[in-house]
């Protein structure tokens, strides 16, 4: 709660745990007479000066205040309506919160105890950004719907030049605090109404907005001024704490970006042996979360190794990439680490620091070439449609974290471009990006491709044994294309090792931990697979954590073109070849469409018409026969016109039972389903 206080001929708020009797401050402020006031409009001879103005462009009462006579003199120059004065330049509301979102959420406590304060007097309460538009107003329903006449709402833009002299629009133009009364005002519809702003600064002393009082001509006082005055001094106030913690916030996650953005693990450790920093490489490396690790001691993590013990008990100078033995839930694990002590400007020991990597005789080290070079980034991703920039928005949000993602998609939309920049985005960017297509791997093969195998597991075998994707991908990201025509034998299995986080390879005794992140993705429903008994209702949920689903090719409305002269000149370059221009009709064509094959087709056939085409630019006659064929006058569909499939799937489970009278065993038979997966779909879309 913020009360009002004048102290040295300056109004200012001060926080109060107590309520600090708005109604007294009301009588102090304002005439109790005025009361049920009823906007009543300016005398004639109000009016006279603003009259002779707009006959002669001059005001002949030297007493007349300059600097409205000034801002009269700019709006007949702007050819501001001196009638008119509604608002008619707007903004979307949304798109100005956002621009402003901050200031908003800064000065909105201030506008509801100052309009706490003056409530019952018909004023309003009006925050206004930079530019003059309006962002927010607080007010009684009375007085808000008298502003709405004249369009006074958020959205809206009151400078002069738009609505002619006003208390916002003067203050915008003078930079200073402004009050306009009455006839002051430059338009006549105006002349009822008093105002007063004062411009909003924040620490550089730049104004970032202004906050406005309105209300009735009557009313108007010097008070208003000095409210709205300590009113924006508030939020001043408030936006010094936000800025000066802002800063300390931003330095903060600048240095937890760049100790997360290495690959070593690190560890800070007070002078009591009290973990007080550790960045996620380090983190991942104990199996546990940054805030389970910070506070408490290192000891047992370190117990093991008489190396970290002596250096940590006689403090000693550090050591440099000497091999230590760290005490995990797994087990020992081996590291080359260096330590190095920390000293207060008295040279007090306050700690040390530790780095560390994988030592190069663990098990876990695999060899950069076992791994999937990854090429692509969120960068990489072409596309300004709103379907494909919503894909990589949630893409965005998830990658740096552990979960499971499973991406959806038909085939050649880019979902191994998307696992890839999810993984170049993600926590786990050090370690390997392993792919394997669960499709393409025959089912006798696919367990040890997945698990490896042991020395002598079969006759054949490998001498030593091999290593398996999950073992290759320790540490890094495993991309599980087509995980749909995994064979239902071996979903069991990988369940287990999701659910264990440990793998045992075909013919071995003993489990080895691994610390992998799952990519999935698939062209097919997993719902219908589960249903038609295919694939692993347990799995299904184990892998749908968080479900990417990526859009056709003829969803992305103005991609085409982009991607299309992005392909032309990549597929021009590698073929040593001049670039090429592709023609309007060629585009327009491109456009119209439905690409069935999406990207991935697109591409083919711009690598043909770049054959094809020789030294010329690239038109019809050089496309593929399918696309030749195609009508340019025919349009498109639009998205409006595309529906999803669960949409499709619900208006049909619903027409069955219409027209089979609410007979499931009919219904179900007629769409080709069984009665439970019919009763399931139902439930599914809350159909009774």
Known sequence: MYSLVRKNNRFSFVKSDRDAGPANLIKSIFNPGWQGTTWRSPSITEKKTWTTFLRTDRVDDPRFNSQILQSWQRCRRAEVDPVKG???????????????????????????????????????????????????????????????????????????????????????????????????????????????????????????????????????????????????????????????????????????????????????????????????VAAKAFRQHPREVIGKTINPFMQHDGRLVDFFNTRAAGFTKEEIVFKLPDGKVSYTATANPVFSEKNDNKGFVITFSPAEKTCFQVPPSKGTMVKFSFADIIGESKAIRRSMEMAKRVAPGPSTVLILGESGTGKELFAQAIHSASDYRAGPFVSLNCGAIPRELIQSELFGYADGAYTGAKRGGCSGKFETANGGTLFLDEIGEMPFEMQINLLRVLEEKAIVPIGGKNAIPVDVRIIAATNKSLFEEVSKGRFREDLYYRLNVISLALPPLRAREGDVRLLAQYWVEKISQKMGLDQKKVTPDVLGRFEKYHWPGNIRELVNAIEHAVNMSGGEDISVRHLPRGLRSIDAETPRPGADDIMTLSVMEKAAVKKALLFYDGNITRASKALGIGRNTFYEKMKKYGIA
């Not at 330049?89 to 956002?98: D, G, I, T």
């Not at 909105?108 to 309003?124: A, Q």
């Not at 009082?213 to 704490?241: F, K």
């Not at 760049?258 to 450790?269: D, F, H, P, R």
């Open 86 to 280: 509604m608002g008619e330049k707007f903004m979307p509301v949304k798109e100005l919160e956002h621009e402003s979102e901050n200031l908003v959420a800064l000065a909105k406590p201030i506008m509801d105890t100052l309009y706490h304060c003056v409530k019952g007097s018909e004023f309003v309460i009006v925050l206004v950004d930079r530019k003059g538009y309006i962002l927010n107003t607080v007010g009684g329903l009375k007085e808000l719907k008298h502003a709405d006449r004249l369009r006074f709402g958020p959205g809206a833009n009151w400078a002069e030049e738009c609505v002619g002299t006003n208390a916002i629009g003067t203050a915008l133009a003078l930079g200073h605090p402004v009050q306009v009364t009455g006839t002051e005002h430059y338009c006549e519809s105006h002349h009822l109404w008093t105002c007063s702003t004062s411009p909003i600064r924040n620490q550089a002393g730049e104004i970032i907005g202004f906050m406005d009082i309105s209300g009735p001509r009557e009313r108007a006082s010097a008070h208003q001024m000095g409210l709205i005055v300590a009113a924006t001094h508030a939020v001043e106030d408030r936006i010094i704490l936000d800025e000066s913690y802002g800063k300390l916030y931003d330095i903060n996650k600048y240095l937890e970006a760049i100790l997360n953005s290495v690959s070593e693990g690190i560890i800070a450790v007070n002078g009591k042996g009290l973990i007080t920093g550790i960045n996620k």
